[in-house]
């Protein structure tokens, strides 16, 4: 009994230091640690998604899965898309699709700069001011058609927003719209 103790013990603080050195590196790789948008801000993100729209959802960061599994349970008939680089959250967001069954839903471990986006009408995000500096540059190039954007916190350094939403929080979190046409 002790010895398996010990054994369950010792496996345990392995899969611990293998967590948090997964973190600590998709932290040091995107240069953020993966945060999870609070119950307001979902809401209030959520309330921005059009319905009408026919293309993919997008959230380009979906982290532990709070925003990314909201959508896909609220809109079952949109296909929604989550990226995210950090391994523990993404495996834990794709737990909850699957105990959700949640066919919807598409989870890629997968950085959004390299992804196409070109499929979607919507893109939702909570990334840092660095990210949302990609985002931009990344809109220059691979935006082929009107598009939706709904940010967590982080506005797009270049583009006005269509709207922002101060959240009734301690911290008065900005929620940043955008309503985006193609040059």
Not at 101 to 113: A, E, H, I, P, V
Not at 126 to 144: N, R, S, W
Request: hydrophobic share 45%; glycine share 4%; charged share 15%.
């Amino acid at each position: 009994m002790i010895v398996s103790m010990d054994f369950i013990a010792i496996a345990l603080f392995f899969v611990v230091v293998i967590i948090a050195i997964s973190i600590v590196w998709s932290t040091q790789k995107t240069g953020i640690s993966p945060m999870m948008s609070s119950t307001k801000a979902c809401q209030t993100m959520l309330t921005e998604i059009s319905t009408h729209e026919k293309g993919a959802l997008i959230d380009l960061g979906s982290g532990w899965g709070t925003l990314v599994i909201a959508v896909a349970k609220k809109y079952p008939n949109k296909q929604v898309i989550g990226y995210e680089l950090s391994w523990f959250p993404w495996l834990v967001s794709v737990l909850y699709k699957y105990s959700m069954s949640l066919n919807n839903l598409t989870l890629y471990r997968k950085d959004f700069k390299n992804a196409d986006l070109s499929g979607a009408d919507t893109l939702v995000c909570y990334l840092f001011p660095g990210a949302m500096v990609a985002l931009e540059d990344k809109l220059k190039y691979d935006m082929p058609k009107k598009i939706t954007i709904v940010s967590n916190t982080f506005a797009l350094p270049s583009y006005k927003p269509t709207k922002v939403i101060k959240l009734k929080d301690f911290y008065k979190t900005p929620i940043y719209v955008y309503h985006i046409q193609p040059k």
